[in-house]
């Protein structure tokens, strides 16, 4: 079974700028969240969807936006890019609607720079 | 809210020895499960082990042990006999029952295994 694929793998925006990232979960999974990844910060989580519905959000401001299409492929938007968001996103998909007892597995990332 | 604490920022283990990360967390919730990631330098997370709160028996998966000492609310990862590829970020992360897909993180601790 083909794992957690992001992409794409790097990208460099400029301040002000607005940017989309894709992940296509595991085969079968409808849970998909998303993670930030900064030095500063650590691991963040962003947001979750399951089944195409927003369940769960972090704190993060309104800049950061999703979406899960009923293919269960997902994307996350950041408009008006900011120094501090670059990070590495980390996209992760579940077959379950709870980690309670099933664990999230992750894809490679995307790691984003704003310059 | 929950915390995930590791107090080791890094830690040098002989190959071949055995080494052991600290965990230690906070939540008021009951029901609660503890997972260990491995994060090598290629970014993604790895899923190492899984620990409830309710299982009696500490969780093992190959030369991976959880140190699950529910009083202390500590959940320590006990690694067995290094390998060179061990050389990677340790992330400790905890869900709640009731939470979805988000977990949330400690701030990691990088383990290098000399040989």
């Known amino acids: 079974k083909a794992g957690v694929t992001q992409t794409p793998r790097y990208l460099i925006k400029t301040r002000g700028q607005q940017v989309t990232l894709s992940c296509s979960p595991i085969s079968g999974h409808r849970s998909v969240s998303w993670y930030q990844q900064t030095p500063g910060q650590g691991l963040q989580f962003l947001f979750e969807y399951f089944s195409e519905t927003q369940r769960n959000k972090g704190n993060f401001p309104g800049r950061f936006s999703g979406r899960q299409f009923s293919n269960s492929r997902s994307e996350m938007n950041v408009s008006t890019l900011e120094l501090g968001d670059s990070a590495l996103y980390l996209c992760a998909s579940s077959p379950s609607p709870s980690s309670y007892n099933s664990p999230l597995h992750f894809g490679n990332g995307t790691r984003l720079t704003v310059t | ?115």
């Not at chain 2, 029901?31 to 299982?55: A, H, N, R, T, V």
């Open chain 2, 1 to 115: 809210a929950q915390k995930i604490t590791q107090t080791q920022p890094g830690m040098f283990v002989q190959e071949k020895e055995a080494v052991t990360l600290d965990c230690t967390y906070d939540t008021s919730d009951q029901s609660y499960g503890l997972f260990w990631y491995k994060q090598p330098s290629s970014g993604e997370m790895i899923f190492l082990i899984y620990q409830g709160s309710y299982d009696e028996q500490n969780a093992t998966e190959g030369r991976y042990s959880l140190n699950f000492q529910k009083a202390r609310k500590s959940a320590n990862l006990v690694i067995s006999a290094s390998q060179l590829g061990d050389s990677a970020m340790y992330f400790c992360a905890m869900t709640l029952n009731n939470a979805g897909n988000m977990l949330t993180f400690g701030g990691g601790t990088r383990l290098m295994v000399k040989p």
